[in-house]
Nanobody, 113 residues
Framework: VRLVESGGGLVQPGGSLRLSCAAS????????MSWYRQAPGKERELVAD????????NYADSLKGRFTISRDNARNTVYLQMNSLKPEDTAVYYC???????WGQGTQVTVSS
């Protein structure tokens, strides 16, 4: 089982990024998926999760309206679209398969001018 994130980087406040998480080694389309993040000196926190078919999503209250989680089961990939980014969104973002208890390696997102 493997999860590989990509799409992180440096972006100015107000900008956008789309993170991707490519999954392999398990029946991706039958499992819910999640995105978490961990800022320096803080605990890892849930950003969003999505049901196996994509019909149900859940977001951290503070991120509703700015972040969107989606998935493409044909590509075994889950996405996180992040808009109107703020400096406080700076963190390492992790993909997580809850039912398999598997984490990706993380991708750094830095929001700074």
């Amino acid at each position: 089982v493997r999860l590989v994130e990509s799409g992180g980087g440096l972006v100015q406040p107000g900008g956008s990024l789309r993170l991707s998480c490519a999954a392999s080694g398990f029946a991706f389309s039958t499992y819910a998926m999640s995105w978490y993040r961990q800022a320096p000196g803080k605990e890892r926190e849930l950003v969003a999760d999505i049901s196996y078919a994509g019909g149900s999503t859940n977001y951290a209250d503070s991120l509703k309206g700015r972040f969107t989680i989606s998935r493409d089961n044909a590509r075994n990939t889950v996405y996180l679209q992040m808009n109107s980014l703020k400096p406080e969104d700076t963190a390492v973002y992790y993909c997580y398969a809850p039912s398999r208890r598997v984490w990706g390696q993380g991708t750094q997102v830095t929001v700074s001018s």
